[in-house]
């Protein structure tokens, strides 16, 4: 990284469970430094979307819970706070799958996050203004219910309804799931704006690792719920392991 980031969010030494026996993670420690993107990678099953939810607060839902260590967000200890006031405090979460108000229009959906501020409504105004500029097209869509959308444009809207809070911390769960790879792309390119532009962070579980090292500044693996390896995207991408077990070829083949 070219910039001097200071600590935002840290994670230390997290377990976390799910009923009263099934271990999902175990022992994890990650750092999201402010103005970077960070790529928390693994296969299906590695523990990424309990991580972040585990940061986010909402594991409650799936009778999960931190059960050992602990999460900083900017210096001070989170775990007793809600998902509401966590992101009242700039931590948002972009769930796996999409999830939309299918019944109402693209910009209902997307002015619906912006109500956990209770903002005037020049400043609704502004703010959805900022997000049609970073998705022009939601903009032809916001008069369409948001179940009748691709599932691009309906990941765009999911993303674009996050940004409404105004967060610090954007956490993704596998924004590339489902779509067409040029979507992807379109999707990618839009959060390097964003953190680039507007200095909005970004940890981002994905199984597509070639694509997430080629956006993030720091990446982390995890293998059935550990941290496997750790480093910045452009060191990871270089070493033959990496390549070789996450990456489908050797480093030589790739380059």
Do not use: C
Request: aromatic share 6%; net charge neutral; glycine share 10%.
């Amino acid at each position: 990284m070219t910039r001097d980031h200071q600590g935002l969010l840290e994670v230390r030494n997290v377990e976390a469970l799910y009923g009263q026996a099934i271990l999902a993670v175990r022992d994890v420690s990650l750092e999201v430094r402010e103005g970077s993107v960070v790529a928390l990678l693994g296969a299906n099953g590695a523990g990424k979307t309990t991580t972040l939810k585990a940061i986010s607060n909402l594991l409650g839902p799936a009778r999960g819970r931190v059960s050992r260590g602990e999460i900083l967000w900017q210096g001070e200890s989170v775990g007793n706070l809600s998902a509401s006031e966590l992101v009242a405090r700039g931590i948002v979460q972009v769930l796996e799958g999409r999830h939309v108000f299918p019944q109402l229009t693209v910009e209902e959906n997307i002015l619906s996050g912006g109500f956990v501020r209770r903002p005037s409504r020049i400043d609704l105004k502004d703010s959805l203004e900022k997000v049609y500029t970073w998705f022009p097209r939601l903009r032809d869509k916001r008069t369409t219910k948001a179940g009748l959308t691709s599932g691009g444009e309906q990941q765009m809207v999911a993303i674009g309804r996050a940004l409404m809070t105004r967060p610090k911390l954007v956490l993704l769960d596998e924004p590339s799931m489902g779509l067409a790879p040029i979507i992807v792309q379109e999707i990618f390119e839009i959060i390097r704006s964003l953190n680039t532009e507007s200095g909005v962070s970004f940890l981002i579980a994905e199984q597509n690792a070639n694509l997430a090292l080629r956006y993030a500044h720091h990446a982390y693996i995890l293998e059935t719920g550990r941290v496997a390896l750790s480093g910045t995207a452009e060191e990871l991408s270089t070493r033959d392991d990496v390549h070789d077990f996450y990456l489908g070829g050797s480093a030589a083949a790739v380059a």
